[in-house]
C-alpha cells in the first residue's frame, strides 16, 4: 500500500505545533502588550498540535483489523519501549540536577513518578494515548457502524461545549470529563479519513482560517469559549485535502519518520538551547520559530545517528 503523504504532513504539522507550545517560555513571561498578543496568536494555532495526533492515531489504527496480541506488541514496540527509556533518561537528569545524592533511592523515585503523574508534565499525552490504545479493540467494532459513529462524535463535542454554555448543568458536568474529548478525537480522525467527502468535510476544510482568527479574536477579548475542537478538526481535514505533495515529501517523511522520538526528547533540547545567550537576543516574534528550528534540526540529526547504530527501537 503506497504512503499516504498527507498523514506524514499531518505527523511533521503536529510534532512542529507542540515544539512551539514548549518554545514560548520567553514570549510567555514578556509583559508588553505586543507579546501578549503574540502569544494568543501563537497558542490559537499551535493548540491544535495534540488533537491533530490522536485524530491521526484513530484515522490509521480504527479502520484495521489484527488481533489483540499483534496490536498490541506493535505498541509496545512502538510506543512504550521509547517512552520507558526517555522516562529513564529524564528522571536521571531531574536527579542530578538536584544533587544526584542517595543513588540508591533514585529507582523507588523513578517507579513512582512513571505511575503517577510521569517523569515530566509533557508525558502527560503518553498516558492519554495508551489509554485510547487500551479501548481500539473495542472502538474498532464501534466505527462499523457508521450511524452510532455520528451520533457519538456529535455526542461528545456536543458535551464539550454545553460545560461552557450550562457550566452547572448536573447531567453535563457529572457525565463529561476531559479524556471524553480525546476519545472524541481520535473517532474523528477515523470518520473524516475513511469516508468520502461529505458537507461537513467542505465546511471544515474551508472554516480553518476563519475559525483561527475568531480564536485569536476571542482570546485577546478573554472570552472563555475555547474553539480548539473545531479548529483542529478543520486544519485535519485541510491537510487530508492536500493532493500533490512530492515535491516535499523527502522533508515531511524525514519529520514524520522522527515525530516520536522529537517529542520524546525536545523539551531537553530546549533547556539546553536556552543556558546559551544568544536566544535572548533574537526578537520574541522569532524565538519560538528559530527554537524550534534549532531543535527540530539537532533531534533529527541525534535520532539519525541513533538509527545508523541500530538502536532505534528503543529512542523512536
Known sequence: MPKDLRLDLTRAIAIIMVAIVHSMGLINSA????????TKGFYSITQTGVPLFVMLSGALLLGKSESLFSFFK?????????FIVWSVIVSLIHFFQNGGQDILSWPFTFVNDLFGEGVHRIYWYIYMILGLYLLTPILRNFVKDQKLLIYSIILIFSLYYLQYIFPKF??????YCENILFIGYFLAGYFLYSTPIT?????????FFPLYFLTILLSVFQVKFPLIPLTSMSLFTL???FKSLKSVSTPISALAKYSYGIYLSHFIL???????????????????IVMVTCVIIIDIALLWFIQKIKLSRFFM
Not at 509583559?31 to 503574540?38: A, D, N
Not at 506493535?74 to 521509547?82: F, M, S
Open 199 to 207: 458537507l461537513v468535510q467542505k465546511i471544515f476544510k474551508y472554516s
Open 270 to 288: 530546549i533547556s539546553v538551547i536556552l543556558k546559551f545567550s544568544f536566544i535572548y537576543k533574537i526578537p520574541l516574534f522569532f524565538e519560538p
Open 74 to 82: 506493535k505498541r509496545l514496540n512502538r510506543v512504550l519501549i521509547p
Open 239 to 241: 491537510l487530508l485535502s
Open 31 to 38: 509583559t508588553e502588550t505586543k507579546s501578549i498578543l503574540l
Open 170 to 175: 448536573s447531567l453535563v458536568n457529572r457525565f
